[in-house]
């Protein structure tokens, strides 16, 4: 039974910065493209950052590019994603989920597994 478990959400001011973290158990996170999700209340679920299984080649939404950056450590079956530059319209629970895919993917209907997901909130 794959799992994912994300941490690193928290309040932070317009302007910073937060890091956060995607653990896998029941299957190495080598086996998978990993993509970060966020959804606000009331809007659909929009797609952040997603990067492949050997850490080539991520893709990042306009909205947050040059502020985001996706990373993995295999050796870990961790995947990060770092925001810096963070502002109020970044605020949204943030899911990471995995793709048994060998190319990165952007649609949310292509991942296999989802955490639980972490809240973000940056205030103004």
């Known amino acids: 039974q794959v799992q994912l478990v994300e941490s690193g959400g928290g309040l932070v001011q317009t302007g910073g910065s937060l890091r956060l973290s995607c653990v896998i158990s029941?299957?190495?996170?080598?086996?998978?493209?990993m993509g970060w999700f966020r959804q606000a209340p009331g809007k659909e679920r929009d797609f952040v950052a997603t990067?492949?299984?050997?850490?080539?080649?991520?893709v990042y939404s306009n909205s947050v590019k040059g502020r985001f950056t996706i990373s993995r450590d295999n050796t870990r079956n961790t995947v990060y994603l770092q925001m810096d530059s963070l502002k109020p319209e970044d605020t949204a629970a943030y899911y990471c989920?995995?793709?048994?895919?060998?190319?990165?993917?952007?649609?949310?209907?292509?991942?296999?597994?989802w955490g639980q997901g972490t809240q973000v909130t940056v205030s103004s």
């Open positions: 990067i492949s299984r050997t850490g080539l080649s991520p």
């Open positions: 029941g299957r190495t996170l080598g086996s998978y493209t």
């Open positions: 989920a995995a793709a048994n895919r060998d190319y990165v993917v952007a649609s949310p209907s292509l991942y296999n597994y």
